[in-house]
């Protein structure tokens, strides 16, 4: 991952203001090789994030949309 999230973190939205949340998950999934082709023959691993608002609401996100709080 590009920015190394990990479950505990605490993020805000990448570019916007909003609220703060905590990673509760980070999800690697491995998918099969595509039928199409890249410049490495195979598709990278898909990583979604899953956040805990500090409202309450929880979502989905790629790593890259998030930037950890110091």
Same mark, same amino acid.
């Given at each position: 991952?590009? @920015? +190394?999230? *990990?479950?505990?973190?605490?993020?805000?939205? +990448?570019?916007?203001? /909003?609220? *703060?949340?905590?990673?509760?998950?980070?999800?690697?999934?491995?998918?099969?090789?595509?039928?199409?082709? @890249? *410049?490495? /023959?195979?598709?990278?691993?898909?990583?979604?994030?899953?956040?805990?608002?500090? @409202?309450?609401?929880?979502?989905?996100?790629?790593?890259?949309?998030?930037?950890?709080?110091?």
């Amino acid at each position: 991952m590009s @920015n +190394s999230l *990990q479950a505990g973190d605490r993020v805000v939205r +990448s570019g916007t203001s /909003g609220p *703060q949340g905590t990673i509760q998950k980070v999800r690697v999934e491995r998918v099969r090789e595509s039928l199409k082709e @890249n *410049q490495a /023959g195979k598709e990278p691993p898909g990583v979604t994030v899953t956040v805990l608002w500090d @409202n309450g609401t929880s979502s989905h996100f790629v790593p890259h949309a998030l930037s950890k709080v110091d």
